[in-house]
């Protein structure tokens, strides 16, 4: 299967990705910077907590390298969010993925703890939003193989 990883920063070949998101969501030199950080800090504490409890054996999304597993929705990704670079990586042996709808991530802001977590166990328990946009959360070895050139 080929696995995707959607960054601004240009990867060498044969780098492994370590997970960055939540190291840098559970700083307080993030957290503190604003209103829309500290908000997306506590929506994210909210749904670790969720996978702790009711999906222990999922990835973390805190802890997982971000993925996808389509070339069409990691171009949709790069595209929307104003990333520069898709590259295709290789994932060994052994790692633990939850495939999620982002969607439903994002469908948290603005939302009350009871809603977050209702969304929190909707997204890991693999249901769709409307709109469902993929993301693999993967707790593993990710070996960046080359970057994909501009598709036209």
Not at 39 to 52: K, N, T
Not at 105 to 118: F, K, L, Q
């Amino acid at each position: 299967m080929e696995y995707f990883h959607v960054t601004n920063v240009e990867l060498p070949k044969g780098l492994f990705l370590l997970p960055c998101y939540g190291e840098k969501v559970t700083s307080p030199d993030y957290y503190r910077r604003d209103s829309m950080s500290h908000a997306q800090y506590l929506r994210e504490m909210i749904i670790e907590e969720v996978r702790a409890i009711n999906y222990p054996e999922k990835p973390s999304r805190l802890n997982a390298v971000y993925l996808f597993d389509d070339i069409r929705l990691a171009m949709q990704y790069k595209e929307g969010q104003k990333y520069k670079y898709i590259y295709q990586v290789e994932v060994e042996g052994g790692a633990s993925i939850h495939k999620g709808d982002m969607t439903l991530i994002d469908m948290t802001v603005c939302r009350s703890v009871n809603e977050i977590r209702t969304y929190a166990k909707s997204y890991y328990s693999s249901e769709n939003s409307m709109n469902p946009l993929h993301e693999l959360l993967l707790d593993g070895k990710v070996m960046v193989v080359d970057r994909i050139k501009e598709l036209v």
